[in-house]
């Protein structure tokens, strides 16, 4: 929810998400049309906010998952 919700809020539309189990994973996939970070070690570290304007989606993400891997194509 957190990376689909960023997804929402920074990306552009349309916004996909797509899921499949395979043996004892899950892999779930969101993708949008935007840009992505401009920051290349987004999410590895808690975004400089002030309290309660959030900022923490890409780096719960990483400390959620065991593998978060970002691009653009």
């Known amino acids: 929810s957190e990376v ?3 997804a929402n809020l920074h990306g552009e539309t349309p916004v996909r998400v797509l899921g ?7 892999i779930i996939t ?9 920051d290349p070690e987004a999410g ?23 593998d978060v891997v970002m691009g653009r194509h």
């Open 4 to 6: 689909v919700t960023n």
């Open 20 to 26: 499949w189990v395979r043996d004892d994973q899950v």
């Open 30 to 38: 969101v993708t949008d049309c935007g840009d992505g970070p401009v």
């Open 44 to 66: 590895l570290r808690p975004a400089p906010r002030d309290p309660g304007e959030g900022g923490f989606g890409l780096w719960l993400a990483h400390q959620m998952c065991d």
